[in-house]
């Protein structure tokens, strides 16, 4: 099974959405997520980690 792994910075938050960079490759690309996928304690400028479909908190 191959696992990818992906890691992103909040870049801001809009209501239910979160606009996410991804900081592992060089990309100007924002995505959109619902708040409701990601953990409750985020704020802009946190890190995400992005694995087996769950975003968790990156120290």
Do not use: F, H
Not at 14 to 19: L, M, S, T
Not at 35 to 48: H, N, Q, T
């Amino acid at each position: 099974m191959n696992l990818e792994t992906w890691y992103y910075e909040v870049v801001s938050i809009d209501g239910d959405y979160a606009n996410l960079r991804r900081t592992d490759i060089q990309s100007d690309d924002l995505k959109l997520v619902a708040r409701a996928l990601l953990p409750a304690e985020i704020a802009e400028g946190s890190r995400l980690k992005y694995e087996m479909m769950q975003y968790k908190m990156e120290p």
